[in-house]
């Protein structure tokens, strides 16, 4: 695991015309780092007469996987580290799939000078998406079909006769005549398109995956050796701090730039329409700076009352989608022998990432001629150069992005705001800026929030006491998103600098043409029939799946498991409730509305690990005071088709107090093969603790003029806090199904997509009381327990 | 400027800068240090956290509140660079690492410093009492909440250095 750079990788800088680089080595980890000076001019992918392609081609080999003389193997991915775990799975996955030891792999990720474009890293797609047919294993495999008919040429062997071991092919009937990959093609590249019909190895095959290989990055990491964006220090790099407004919606009037002129640190001002920052010789001073210049800012624009949001966004003009509409559904609810309904409210949440997003910008220039170098925690840095570009008007040929990894994101955190803020400084003052965003304007103005959620469900039951019928009914908000070439307005910093943020144009919904359940709108119980096809894992066929989306005040964006998490809050409660309304057990009501087998596995697996007793709830044993223990469940296919999970919580209820403790999480969970078993118990236990934290303590506050959540005193506030290390946590088991003959799927958001839930059903059996508003805080805790009757 | 003395991982530095500096600006771009991070500025999370010894004891302290110029003369202060090597780890961070006991890792100085300092001293605490100490205030917050691992690492430490 050595951090060596292949000739070929070696080779890949050259073309791409960056001069003077150095290579900043991190145990284990190759971090590709390029000196500030003699860069003007010369970077972004032009140099003497050498062109390189703006994208790297995703058909070809060369793009994936350059083999060295040495034997040395450097892989090139789109797909980027934020501590899931899946920089070690691809060294896996390359170890495998070309028979060589990890040791000899170098792998470079999510750098467009180098990778190849492969989106945003996002939505649990790196597996399915490394080892789809567009992805890494597809290229390895072509790679390694290449290498065998080239070693079968030089030993004069047909290629079925041979085997390798190691990077080096064998002639099966006699090991001592074999050649080796650097002997074959060691320093030149393959010229193949990456071939559809190649394959793979067998899961049943792999040695390497499979198995919990540690992760690459812990032993730099825990020892202060690791290259965070926020460690990365060019030559002449001044530090930048962002002004931002005081109130939503206000907007410059005036900027007294001698407010600052006396400050220590050669002090510069760059204001441009709504964006306004400094820019000094060092951090603090830069920071004082910023504090201390007189910013005259117009009135906001005012915000709609917390109090009464949700009654708010019902009332807004809306955009309308519909995942599902049954031409049944209002006959059948008039038939229904029992109709049950309830409403489930989510907040707006935040990622409240532990350290405050940071990017490093070298501009040079602007124009056709200007020139960008961003290192940025972006998840997507193909699309963060694209939209760089258009904010710092020049080519996107011209801007390299280099990921680099920042604090945990898991979204749209503050990450791709503050590399714009980074590129607009360095832009204005000519010279490297590093920005690192306070903890007030990461929360108050820094990142996509995931949005709120009011969810009205209704379900008719027959006489049978099934599910005849599914009604779901939600009102969501949007405001910008992602950003891409068009939309930098999409990230606060965008729409400071004057880029619209694109407004949402209300208008009715129409019958969907194909059924997709990406959001998990629709239940792990409904049969998903569209146009004459089911798609769904469940029984119900008659459904109605209607999304009101209204224009949010706040900028919104994906949250670890975005929208997935707030729909199975309100699907995975609903069930609960209609199964106590029939007194029946949850996970045997559960199975009765199921037909997707593997479903049905992790929801018996997780109820297997955790002694389930088969029961109605609530826990007929519990006493209407003092502590009160109890079980919930919940289930989801992530996205329709992306990971499987059950997860079974206990709970304690202090009923006098309101207060809950999650004291037991048991996870059933197949994503397919499993890659690191370990690597996938790591995401299982901190998915199901974060979304412990998210669904009893956290939500994004605001008052008439501005979000007032801006530190971690007041996110959430309330005399509490996030969760915090060193409170008592709950024992996390994962029964890991391997499922070798199915496909990779995602496994980092299924345990949070069902956690909220399945505490929520479980606080239900302790006390039968039911809480269906996000955060389940002890005053709403004990505003259910008095409602219960 | 006022010029400051500083011992940071058994190494002396002169520091040219305003006494009024808090210490992670100057751990962090005077002297290169990645191990103390900014997390928020306010003593709220700890990624900052590093040990300072001016009595003879190893005591955690928010070097993003701490100013430069309130750091005593002749005090040592470790950054987890000062405890060992990716190649020679300390036990406690051998015990991260056997334990996997990370994702994004942005808060391990925190919760590895504030752990060893009271495990040191208290080497026979359970998990509970363990807990308890690092739940504040000041607060420790791990946001990829990678808790489970962490405080098995933690007892895998103690267990080492138990007498």
């Known amino acids: 695991m050595k951090p060596t750079m292949t000739p070929d990788a070696r080779a890949a800088l050259e073309r791409s015309g960056f001069s003077r680089r150095n290579f900043l080595k991190g145990a284990g980890v190759l971090i590709v780092g390029f000196s500030i000076s003699g860069r003007a001019g010369n970077s972004g992918g032009q140099t003497a007469g050498k062109v390189v392609p703006l994208t790297i081609a995703l058909d070809q080999v060369d793009s994936w996987i350059a083999i060295a003389e040495d034997e040395s193997i450097t892989g090139y991915t789109g797909k980027c580290e934020f501590g899931q775990g899946f920089r070690t799975v691809q060294y896996q996955l390359i170890a495998d799939e070309m028979y060589v030891p990890l040791e000899r792999i170098t792998l470079i990720v999510c750098d467009t000078a180098f990778t190849p474009d492969q989106g945003v890293t996002s939505g649990s797609q790196s597996h399915p998406t490394e080892f789809g047919a567009n992805g890494l294993r597809q290229a390895l495999a072509t790679a390694r079909e290449a290498l065998f008919q080239m070693a079968s040429v030089r030993l004069g062997v047909p290629a079925d006769q041979l085997a390798v071991l190691d990077g080096a092919i064998y002639v099966k009937a006699d090991p001592t005549q074999q050649v080796t990959y650097g002997q074959l093609i060691g320093g030149q590249r393959f010229e193949l398109t990456v071939d559809r019909a190649a394959t793979p190895k067998d899961p049943s095959q792999y040695t390497v995956l499979g198995t919990s290989v540690p992760r690459y990055e812990i032993p730099a990491k825990v020892t202060g050796q690791f290259e965070y964006v926020q460690s990365v220090r060019l030559p002449g790099m001044l530090h930048g701090k962002v002004v931002r407004p005081p109130v939503v919606g206000a907007r410059v009037l005036a900027v007294d730039e001698s407010s600052v002129q006396n400050l220590p640190g050669n002090v510069r001002v760059v204001v441009i329409n709504d964006f306004v920052g400094v820019v000094a010789d060092r951090q603090y001073e830069a920071r004082q700076a910023a504090m201390a210049l007189r910013v005259t800012w117009s009135e906001g624009v005012g915000l709609p009352s917390q109090a009464n949001f949700y009654d708010y966004m019902r009332q807004q003009p809306s955009r309308d989608s519909y995942t599902i509409l049954s031409d049944d559904v209002d006959q059948r609810l008039e038939q229904a022998t029992n109709i049950i309904r309830a409403t489930y409210l989510y907040p707006y949440q935040m990622h409240g990432s532990v350290g405050s997003s940071c990017a490093v910008a070298d501009v040079q220039g602007k124009g056709p001629n200007g020139t960008a170098t961003i290192w940025s925690a972006t998840q997507g840095v193909y699309p963060q150069r694209d939209s760089v570009a258009r904010v710092l008007g020049i080519p996107p040929e011209n801007v390299r992005v280099i990921f680099t990894e920042g604090s945990g994101c898991y979204g749209i955190n503050g990450a791709d705001t503050v590399s714009y803020d980074a590129a607009v400084l360095s832009q204005a003052v000519g010279q490297p800026v590093r920005v690192q965003l306070t903890r007030k304007d990461e929360m108050a103005w820094g990142e996509n929030y995931g949005p709120a959620y009011s969810i009205d469900l209704r379900a008719g039951l027959n006489e049978k006491g099934n599910i005849d019928v599914w009604d779901y009914e939600a009102w969501t908000l949007t405001k910008g998103n992602r950003p891409n070439a068009d939309t930098p307005g999409n990230i606060i910093t965008g729409a400071l600098l004057g880029f619209p943020t694109p407004p949402l144009v209300p208008g009715p919904g129409n019958p969907p043409t194909s059924y997709s359940n990406n959001s998990n709108a629709d239940s792990s119980y409904g049969a998903g029939c569209v146009a004459g096809r089911c798609g769904g894992t469940g029984t119900i066929e008659s459904e109605r799946i209607l999304l009101h989306t209204i224009e949010s005040p706040f900028f919104t964006g994906p949250l670890r498991s975005p929208a997935r998490l707030q729909n199975t809050f309100a699907n995975e409660s609903f069930i609960d409730e209609v199964a106590a309304f029939l007194q029946a057990d949850p996970i045997e009501y559960r199975l009765r509305h199921l037909s997707d087998q593997r479903l049905k596995d992790v929801l018996n697996e997780a109820a297997k690990a955790a002694n389930w007793e088969t029961r109605p709830s609530p826990n007929p044993d519990s006493k209407p005071t003092g502590i009160a223990t109890g079980r919930g469940i919940a289930c989801v296919l992530y996205e329709g088709n992306n990971g499987y999970c059950g997860l079974v919580t206990e709970v304690q209820v202090d009923q006098d107090t309101g207060q809950v403790t999650v004291t037991r999480m048991v996870a059933g969970a197949d994503s397919g093969p499993v890659s690191n078993p370990d690597g996938l118990r790591n995401q299982i236990e901190g998915g199901a603790l974060q979304g412990m934290s998210r669904c009893l303590r956290e939500e994004v506050k605001w008052d008439d003029q501005k979000i007032t959540s801006i530190d971690w005193m007041t996110y959430p506030g309330e005399a509490t806090t996030v969760f915090r290390f060193g409170e008592p946590i709950p024992v996390v088991e994962s029964v890991l199904l391997n499922r070798l003959d199915k496909p990779q799927l995602g496994a980092g958001e299924v345990s949070i997509t069902i956690a909220a839930a399945a505490i929520a059903n479980a606080i239900f059996d302790a006390t039968g009381a039911r809480v269906r508003q996000v955060p389940f805080t002890p005053a709403r805790v004990m505003d259910a327990l008095r409602a219960r009757g | ?163």
Do not use: W
């Open chain 2, 1 to 163: 400027m006022p010029e400051f003395t500083l011992s940071v991982n058994g190494s002396s530095y002169t520091i040219d800068a305003d006494g009024a500096t808090p210490l992670l600006f100057v751990l962090m771009d005077d002297l290169q240090l990645n191990g103390p991070k900014f997390g928020c500025g306010l003593s709220q999370c700890g990624a900052c956290t590093v040990l300072l010894n001016s009595t003879g004891q190893d005591l955690p302290i928010r070097s993003c509140v701490r100013t430069l110029a309130s750091i005593p003369a002749g005090a040592q202060i470790t950054t987890i660079e000062g405890l060992g090597t990716p190649e020679k780890p300390h036990p406690i961070q051998r015990a991260f690492i056997e334990e996997q006991a990370a994702q994004c890792a942005f808060c391990i100085s925190g919760i590895m410093l504030h752990g060893k300092a009271y495990i040191d001293q208290h080497p026979n605490a359970t998990q509970e009492e363990i807990l308890r100490s690092l739940d504040g205030p000041p607060r420790l917050l791990c946001r990829c909440y990678t808790h489970v691992r962490m405080v098995r690492a933690l007892l895998r430490y103690a267990q080492e250095v138990r007498p």
